[in-house]
């Protein structure tokens, strides 16, 4: 063991992917000694930097571009972290432990992380690629959807999910004129609660949101452009610019494509080992086990990333480390803030704390009387304590918890 960790520390470290968890990776990997050869492939020509505002207030124009990376570049220089910005990792041999990129160059590694993220689904119906399109998931997505962001312009967005709804929610505050388009029967409905869907659609339609539930697009009309989008039912709905929100799959090519076992998202164990020992993973591209939930998830979540990224980075050194967090995620729209903990999938009962009226309350999901799940809208204490509780599978006493006058965190007794 030590002569393994020895080798490791001095070895040639290389993460491809620059986004959240690769950014992290390798902080964590030169704040815990590691001072071998360490190298970041971004196919993104900036340096690694936070997404989620991308939908939000840098998308509204709040915050600075300057605010988006997470590190200078004097900071990469300083801990001798080679980036190779703008550069797409291409193939992986595992068994010559090289990477080619792109632009011909070759990389040799001792040791490789994945962190390959997640890729938007693509919108497969007539008129998909006309001009006027657009997917979020970049920082160079933004420029061309701001620009089309003018006051007065009409917005359709397909999809109400976090990221449809988050830019609708920016779209408003830009004074477009705004049409939400959503396949199921309400918003955000594989990931919160009906109620929740209720208040959030309310939310939308009270700033002026069309909010269309039940509505399958068939095609997208324009001559070059789009112009307007048509649904099943003949409905049509003018558009100058079009907002495809529908959701994400894990990056997986490359890694399937080298051979690494993989369904839906790389597969790791919980040290974030791959199919091959020199190869790790972390971030939306994985599918990892979660002990709190006995089955194996993919998640979505800037918290999954970076905790998972931390792990990788001290396995692929020989430190020993597991990976198996409850997952909470955010969203903001408008001013209201989510915040969903833990899993709700086979919870057999449903708890409300509070009125949603009061635009403050939560949900708590249940079963067998084990907390699993919370989802708090603009209820941060809910939150903090749900994080514990939810960890802890927490059994709650049922009449406290349907009590808001009881703090969250005592509704447990003993
Ligand atoms: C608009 C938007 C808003 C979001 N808001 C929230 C939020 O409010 N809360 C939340 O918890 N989560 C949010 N998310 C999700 C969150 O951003 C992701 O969960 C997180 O970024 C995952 O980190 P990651 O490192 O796994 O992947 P990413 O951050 O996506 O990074 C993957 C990187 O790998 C690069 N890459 C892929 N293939 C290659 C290749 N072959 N060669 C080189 N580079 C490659 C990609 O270009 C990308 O830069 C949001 C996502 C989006 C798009």
């Known amino acids: 063991m030590h002569q393994q960790l020895e080798n490791a520390m001095t070895s040639t470290i290389v993460v491809i992917g620059g986004g959240h968890g690769g950014a992290q990776a390798v902080e964590t990997l030169r704040s815990e000694g ?5 190298i970041l492939i971004s196919d993104e020509s900036t340096l690694p ?3 989620p505002p991308l939908s939000k207030k840098y998308l509204s124009g709040e915050l600075a571009g300057e605010r988006l990376p997470f590190r200078h570049r004097a900071y990469y220089d300083e801990h001798q972290i080679e980036l190779k910005l703008g550069s797409r990792a ?3 041999d595992t068994g010559s432990r090289r990477v080619d990129l792109s632009n011909g160059d070759q990389i040799v590694y001792d040791r490789l992380l994945l962190c390959l993220g997640a ?4 919108l497969t119906c007539p008129g998909a690629d006309l001009a006027g399109v657009h997917y979020l998931r970049t920082v160079a997505d933004v420029p061309a959807i701001q620009r089309a962001m003018q006051p007065g312009a009409q917005v359709v967005i397909i999809g109400g999910g976090y990221i449809g709804l988050e830019t609708a929610a920016t779209a408003r505050k830009l004074r477009c004129e705004v049409t939400v ?3 199921a029967d309400r918003v955000m409905n594989r990931v919160a609660a009906p109620s929740v869907s209720e208040y959030f659609s309310r939310e939308h339609c009270t700033q002026g949101v069309k ?3 039940n509505a399958m697009v068939t095609r997208l009309d324009g001559d070059t452009r789009v112009q307007r989008v048509v649904c099943v039912d003949g409905s049509t709905h003018q558009a100058d610019l079009l907002i495809v929100g529908i959701g994400a799959v894990a990056n997986v090519q490359l890694a399937s494509e080298a051979g690494l076992r993989c369904d839906d998202g790389i597969f790791v164990d919980k040290y974030c080992r791959t199919s091959n020992p020199n190869v790790f993973a972390a971030g939306d591209c994985t599918n990892h086990p979660s002990s709190r939930y006995q089955m194996r998830v993919r998640l979505e979540s800037v918290d999954n990333a970076f905790e998972q990224a931390k792990a990788a980075a001290r396995n692929l050194i020989d430190r020993p480390t597991v990976h198996d967090r409850v997952p909470w995620f955010w969203s903001d729209q408008y001013e209201n803030k989510l915040f969903i903990v833990g899993l709700s999938q086979g919870h057999d009962q449903e708890i409300t704390r509070g009125d949603p009226a009061t635009r403050s309350f939560s949900v708590c999901y249940l079963r067998g009387g084990e907390l699993l799940a919370v989802e708090a809208i603009n209820h941060s204490k809910d939150y903090v304590a749900a994080r514990k509780l939810v960890a802890d599978r927490a059994r709650p006493n049922i009449d406290r918890l349907a009590n808001p006058q009881v703090a969250l965190k005592d509704t447990v007794e003993g």
Not at 34 to 38: A, S, T
């Open 49 to 51: 930097y936070q997404r």
């Open 119 to 122: 890729i938007s689904r693509n």
């Open 211 to 213: 909010l269309i539930c």
């Open 90 to 92: 291409a193939r992986i």
């Open 34 to 38: 590691f001072d071998g050869r360490l």
């Open 181 to 183: 388009l959503e396949m």
